[in-house]
T-cell receptor
Framework: DSGVTQTPKHLITATGQRVTLRCSPRSGDLSVYWYQQSLDQGLQFLIQYYNGEERAKGNILERFSAQQFPDLHSELNLSSLELGDSALYFC?????????????FGEGSRLTVL | DAKTTQPNSMESNEEEPVHLPCNHSTISGTDYIHWYRQLPSQGPEYVIHGLTSNVNNRMASLAIAEDRKSSTLILHRATLRDAAVYYCTTPRHSGNTPLVFGKGTRLSVIA
């Protein structure tokens, strides 16, 4: 158990819909990262937050947005869903933003868009 | 991040050592070398990381070349539970650049 909690574990929805994925970081971790993993694209970095502020942006679509709340949990919002958005979405957390330590990953949220 | 190159797949017999290579020829002097692995149907998990010296922990050993342009993750005795995709990554130490993962090496362990 990494200490990172993601909900829901599975989600099935239709094209055009909007979903919200939730992540609770490990206790004490201030930095939260979102990754998308699909079969053909591998593990893709989407966005990072640190203590409530956006720190880095990767290959995140404009239809996607995220935020980190004062209690440090984070939400990833996916809207106008397309079939290609079907993927595993992972949240990870770390103590800070320096790349000298460990990232702790959750078990992921599997999104299926029909 | 420095570009990393790993073999797509490797195979090992159970209880034998496994050496997983990674090339990172454009790594800069302050960038750490991180290894993660992803077991089937799970999120990635940290394995080990290092800067210059070889590192050991309960999971594996990391051997870093003297010029730091390559590294090798060593599993001393592979078990069936070690079958996973292993990722090598070398994020920039300076600035806020999160870990970026390539395709990794898919390790199969044969009983």
């Amino acid at each position: 158990d990494s200490g990172v909690t993601q909900t829901p574990k599975h989600l099935i929805t239709a094209t055009g819909q909007r979903v919200t994925l939730r992540c609770s970081p490990r206790s004490g971790d201030l930095s939260v990262y979102w990754y998308q993993q699909s079969l053909d694209q591998g593990l893709q970095f989407l966005i990072q937050y640190y203590n409530g502020e956006e720190r880095a942006k990767g290959n995140i679509l404009e239809r996607f947005s995220a935020q980190q709340f004062p209690d440090l949990h984070s939400e990833l919002n996916l809207s106008s869903l397309e079939l290609g958005d079907s993927a595993l979405y992972f949240c990870a957390s770390s103590v800070d933003t320096r790349n000298t330590g460990e990232l702790f990953f959750g078990e992921g949220s599997r999104l299926t868009v029909l | 991040d420095a570009k990393t190159t790993q073999p797509n797949s490797m195979e090992s017999n159970e209880e034998e050592p496994v050496h997983l290579p990674c090339n990172h020829s454009t790594i800069s002097g302050t960038d750490y070398i991180h290894w993660y692995r992803q077991l089937p149907s799970q999120g990635p998990e940290y394995v080990i990381h290092g800067l210059t010296s070889n590192v050991n922990n309960r999971m594996a050993s990391l051997a870093i070349a003297e010029d730091r342009k390559s590294s090798t993750l060593i599993l001393h005795r592979a078990t069936l539970r070690d079958a996973a995709v292993y990722y090598c990554t070398t994020p920039r130490h300076s600035g806020n650049t999160p870990l970026v993962f390539g395709k990794g090496t898919r390790l199969s362990v044969i009983a």
